[in-house]
């Protein structure tokens, strides 16, 4: 990637639905170079899609839930089926792979505490193979951007 490149996947972070000819012009190409750009970086997966951001609370889903999990043992049965359940579960926003007291945090969101509670009782405590789980509400957002830094 070269510093084009940079800045179409800047522009397009901050505005997904430009037009190929108000981006062409946005980061100061032609059309077809600035689209041929495009498709390459889709291509090569570093564009890997386009989407809309929603707002949870006005959509229904306003807890945001961070879950902490810690596995009993991590033989690739138990991390491969725990990964795949996770991935099969909709309130599960992102979930990452960590070092330290815990082995993944996930960002969950939904509509009511009584519905953490049931996705809990329904998802997780099934899954025998979860030795530990701590729960942290968030109670506010100061950041939140889907923008990278600049380099």
């Known amino acids: 990637m070269d510093e084009k490149d940079k800045r179409i996947v800047t522009v397009l972070q901050r505005e997904g ?5 108000e981006l062409a012009q ?4 032609s059309p077809s170079p600035c689209l041929r750009r495009v498709r390459l970086l889709e291509k090569a997966g570093i564009i890997k899609g386009y989407t809309a951001v929603v707002d949870e609370a006005a959509y229904g889903l ?9 596995l009993q043992q991590h033989s690739e049965s138990v991390v491969k089926a725990f990964e795949q359940k996770v991935m099969s ?5 992102e979930c990452y792979v ?20 049931s996705f809990v009782r329904t998802n997780l405590h099934s899954m025998k193979s979860i030795a530990a789980i701590k729960t942290s509400f ?4 100061v950041k939140r951007s889907q923008i990278f830094p600049t380099f």
Request: glycine fraction near 4%; proline fraction near 2%.
């Open 17 to 21: 639905r430009l037009t190929n000819n």
């Open 26 to 29: 946005r980061v100061n190409l």
């Open 62 to 70: 306003p807890i945001t839930v961070f879950v902490e999990i810690r």
């Open 89 to 93: 579960l909709e309130n599960v926003m």
């Open 98 to 117: 960590l070092t330290g007291d815990f082995d993944y945090m996930m960002k969950i969101i939904i509509a009511s505490l009584q519905d953490y509670e």
């Open 138 to 141: 968030a109670y506010g957002r």
